[in-house]
């Protein structure tokens, strides 16, 4: 299986300890794939963050789809 891990926030920082937080709990053949949105803010901290957010997120999955990526399941953490 394939995941795309998406980190809503723009913190490569915490994208990285994300990403191996869930390769922790994964089962072994999973490969995980973490990323973060090319824009928004840097933590979510008011519904204005969340909804810049979600438009980032938007991106990453658009963008996954337009690189034939092919990942099974996308989870937002």
Known sequence: M???LLNPNTSEA???????????????ATSIVGRQPGFGPAS???RVDEVFA?????????LSVQN???????VVA
């Not at 979600?54 to 990453?60: I, L, M, N, T």
């Not at 034939?68 to 996308?74: K, L, P, Q, W």
């Open 2 to 4: 394939k995941l795309l």
């Open 14 to 28: 915490m994208t990285a300890p994300m990403t191996a937080a869930a390769h922790t709990v994964a089962a072994p």
């Open 44 to 46: 979510i901290e008011s």
């Open 54 to 62: 979600a438009a980032g997120v938007a991106e990453q999955l658009r």
């Open 68 to 74: 034939s990526e092919h990942f099974d399941a996308a």
